[in-house]
């Protein structure tokens, strides 16, 4: 649970729709998460959660409906009551705001891990190198990884390679935090390294918004849970009501299902 207080990294996302090929994946999203807030999204494979997670970035467009954080569109403007996507370069600008971290890691395979930390935030010219390379060693001590700075990829665990992941998300220090099933890609004595860093940026008053299959995890670190099921919020609250007394059907059936 998050122990300080935050006023930025407010998310809306207001009546959000996305097909793919006629399939209609989401179906008019509406959510607003806090600053500071932990929300944990869960659902049944295919229902819509990582898509409603890329559209928060805008890795994915929407087909109708918006999503802002702090009041301003991410991906959009809005001119004449209608919206217009922005030039790439605002979209990439834009998109800082708002860090990714993907279940395969998706880390430069000819970088060392310094350099995938400090790539953006140089590429954006944000920092100087010197101050760049001094950011990527203080975030690599922060997830345990301080003696693997010159290390490449291939010459770490999926566990490392994941915490890796994380420091480079936070290196251009985003309002909010986006997890697409964090530790999926993991073997499972790998699982408890990855989460431990997410549990400590819990703390930090960080906006984070999770999608994940661990229950246990989601009922510790979430102040709540978002329950998707066909491309909609079927339920949501404390996870003390979610998790031990659901009231939709389909979440009741899902949880016995994952908990059995």
Do not use: C
């Not at 006629?22 to 806090?34: F, H, M, P, Q, S």
């Not at 990582?50 to 009041?71: K, M, Q, Y």
């Not at 891990?113 to 935030?121: D, H, Q, R, S």
């Not at 499972?188 to 860093?197: C, I, K, R, S, T």
């Amino acid at each position: 649970m998050t122990l300080t207080e935050s006023t930025t990294g407010l998310v809306e996302i207001r009546g959000v729709h996305k097909s793919y090929g006629g399939v209609e994946v989401l179906r008019g999203i509406d959510l607003t998460i806090a600053p500071g807030e932990v929300v944990a999204i869960l659902g049944a494979s295919g229902s819509g959660k990582s898509t409603l997670l890329r559209t928060i970035n805008h890795l994915e467009t929407v087909d109708a409906g918006s999503v802002a954080v702090d009041g301003q569109l991410i991906g959009y403007e809005q001119r004449g009551g209608k919206l217009y996507e922005l030039r790439e370069k605002q979209v990439l600008e834009r998109r800082t705001q708002v860090g990714i971290v993907f279940q395969n890691f998706n880390l430069f395979p000819h970088l060392t891990a310094l350099e995938n930390i400090t790539e953006a935030p140089l590429a954006l010219e944000r920092l100087s190198k010197d101050d760049a390379r001094e950011l990527a060693l203080g975030l690599l001590d922060r997830v345990g990884l301080d003696d693997k700075a010159d290390h490449y990829p291939r010459q770490l665990s999926g566990g490392q390679q994941q915490r890796v992941a994380i420091a480079r998300a936070l290196a251009l220090k985003p309002k909010v935090l986006l997890f697409d099933e964090p530790t999926s890609a993991l073997d499972p004595e790998l699982v408890g390294e990855v989460l431990d860093v997410i549990r400590d940026l819990a703390q930090l008053g960080t906006t984070l918004v999770i999608v994940t299959h661990e229950i246990g995890f989601a009922r510790e670190v979430a102040d709540r849970i978002v329950f998707i099921d066909g491309g909609e919020v079927i339920e949501q609250g404390p996870p003390s009501e979610v998790l031990v007394r659901p009231t939709h059907p389909r979440v009741q059936e899902f949880l016995a299902k994952v908990l059995a």
